[in-house]
């Protein structure tokens, strides 16, 4: 059996839970820290952990804290009505003083630069937003921040959003105002702005509708699960090469490219298995893939180099990587 050399290098790391707190309705924050209190990785906004949770769980969660301190990381966990475990575990179960063991940082939702910004949030997508607004705060540029959640109680940070100077901040929970009124702040296209959106699905669907008509790469998004959209091709078979051992591997389908290259004994680095968090991440040298994920850009898509084998497949007979 053969083993890549994209092997596993995102090692996880044992980090103490240093503070509990309730944020919001069903929301609770954990602040993780170094177990000998030394200086945690640097990260930048949009950027998140993986956490691994008892029963084989592995989930990401968006860091919310202050970029610039080094001491320690922030979390927020929106409590799951439908939980598999993750949510449920941490709610119930995960108390100061325990470790848990984490990778990252990682960040497929970096901030680009822009004259000005505007921000749309749902519920638990405030985190990856809360400290972007904190960056472009700092910046100088004009921003707005549109937030929405069921009612004021559910919404996490509100009083840190409203402390942070400059901005422009809509706190809008749909049981006082209705859901957010999106033809308002993105009906008119603007060359100059960079919207960055993160919620519940139907949220950033509507979002993404009302951005059509904008600028192509104004739109940046975080999805917490895969959107649901038609697979051109995702029955076909295709051949799948590997550039550095030349081995050639079929896949058929009803498997993914992920399950055929683990197969063949390639351990490559994943955690969602949905197209949402990027970890799979592989170099494309030839063919044309399909796009099935909700991570890469479009300048990345349409670049034919990278592919995220947990989902996405190929259009052309042949697709080689660089494995």
Same mark, same amino acid.
């Given at each position: 059996m053969q083993v890549s050399s994209k092997a596993r290098t995102a090692v996880a790391e044992p980090l103490?839970?240093?503070s509990v707190r309730r944020e919001a309705d069903g929301v609770l924050a954990l602040e993780l820290r170094a177990l000998d209190g030394s200086a945690l990785p640097a990260w930048t906004p949009g950027a998140h952990i993986e956490v691994d949770l008892p029963g084989g769980f592995v989930r990401q969660y968006s860091l919310c804290g202050a970029a610039d301190d080094s001491? /320690?990381?922030r979390i927020a966990v929106l409590r799951e009505a439908a939980s598999? =475990?993750?949510?449920? $575990? @941490?709610? %119930?179960?995960?108390?100061?003083? &325990?470790?848990?063991?984490? /990778?990252? +940082?990682?960040?497929? $939702?970096g901030i680009v630069d822009a004259d000005r910004y505007l921000f749309?949030?749902?519920?638990? #997508? @405030?985190?990856? @937003?809360?400290p972007m607004a904190r960056h472009v705060a700092r910046s100088g540029k004009p921003w707005t921040l549109v937030y929405g959640g069921r009612t004021l109680a559910s919404m996490a940070f509100? %009083?840190?959003? /409203?402390? @942070? +100077?400059? =901005? &422009?901040? /809509?706190?809008?929970?749909? %049981?006082?105002? #209705?859901?957010?009124?999106l033809d308002y702040f993105l009906g008119t296209p603007r060359t100059d702005t960079a919207v960055y959106c993160c919620g519940p699905g139907s949220l950033i669907d509507a979002v993404e509708v009302r951005c059509a008509a904008w600028p192509v790469g104004a739109l940046h998004l975080e999805r917490f699960a895969p959107k649901e959209v038609p697979r051109s091709s995702v029955d076909g078979e295709f051949d799948v090469q590997l550039a550095r051992s030349g081995e050639c591997l079929r896949v058929p389908g009803d498997r993914t490219l992920l399950e055929v290259l683990e197969d063949a004994g390639y351990d490559i680095d994943n955690s969602c298995r949905a197209g949402i968090c990027g970890t799979c991440e592989l170099a494309v040298a030839d063919g044309i893939p399909e796009h099935n994920d909700d991570v890469l850009s479009d300048a990345e898509r349409a670049s034919n180099r990278v592919i995220l084998p947990c989902v996405s497949r190929s259009k052309s007979a042949v697709l080689v990587i660089d494995l």
């Open positions: 103490t839970v240093s001491t /320690r990381w598999r =475990g993750g949510s449920k $575990f @941490i709610h %119930d179960s995960v108390e100061p003083g &325990d470790v848990l063991s984490v /990778r990252g +940082p990682r960040n497929n $939702f749309v949030a749902g519920g638990i #997508g @405030i985190t990856p @937003i809360l509100v %009083d840190e959003l /409203r402390n @942070i +100077p400059a =901005g &422009d901040v /809509r706190v809008i929970p749909q %049981d006082e105002y #209705g859901l957010l009124d």
